[in-house]
């Protein structure tokens, strides 16, 4: 099942031409054959995030957004207090999954991402950290399993007719 996949970069410092965290999600999401519909670089400011994050929760041809950058520990970082302002529900478990499998990749400076996920309006939102080995991390280690139909026992996708369920 292809999966349509929305991308944000979040950060104060790049562009498309040198966002390598973002190009690497861009090759990632193609090789699993799924379908990139947007893809956007904003300057970490909360209500920019959360309005790119708003419009695109409310569009039916995105299943999945994914945001990279700001998760850190820095005052600039505000990427997990803008999916706070939108989560319906959040997904504690990706934020845990992703520390340990940072953990064998760059050791203890694990703790210092917030990684994590929520669900908002029927969609799914990771927030990845900037780096290329994290984002490298989190889809390599949970995305790719996770966004694949064909994932046994469980996965994301099997789930999207019932993430609106009231």
Not at 113 to 119: E, K
Request: net charge neutral; aromatic share 4%; glycine share 8%.
């Amino acid at each position: 099942m292809i999966v349509n996949i929305a991308l944000l970069t979040v950060t104060d410092t790049r562009t498309i031409d040198n966002d390598k965290s973002g190009a690497i999600l861009v090759d990632k999401i193609a090789q699993a054959n799924h379908k990139l519909i947007e893809r956007k670089i904003c300057k970490d400011n909360k209500d920019d995030i959360v309005s790119i994050l708003k419009d695109w929760t409310d569009k039916k041809e995105i299943d999945v957004i994914i945001t990279t950058g700001g998760t850190g520990l820095t005052g600039r970082d505000i990427t997990p207090e803008a999916l706070e302002d939108i989560a319906d529900k959040h997904i504690p478990g990706f934020g845990e999954v992703f520390r340990t499998i940072s953990l064998k990749t760059v050791g203890t400076s694990s703790i210092q991402s917030r990684a994590c996920a929520i669900l908002s309006n029927g969609k799914y939102i990771f927030a990845l950290p900037g780096s290329s080995g994290g984002v490298t991390d989190a889809w390599d280690g949970i995305l790719k399993h996770q966004l694949d139909i064909n994932n046994k026992p469980c996965n994301f996708v099997e789930l999207f007719p019932r993430l609106k369920e009231k």
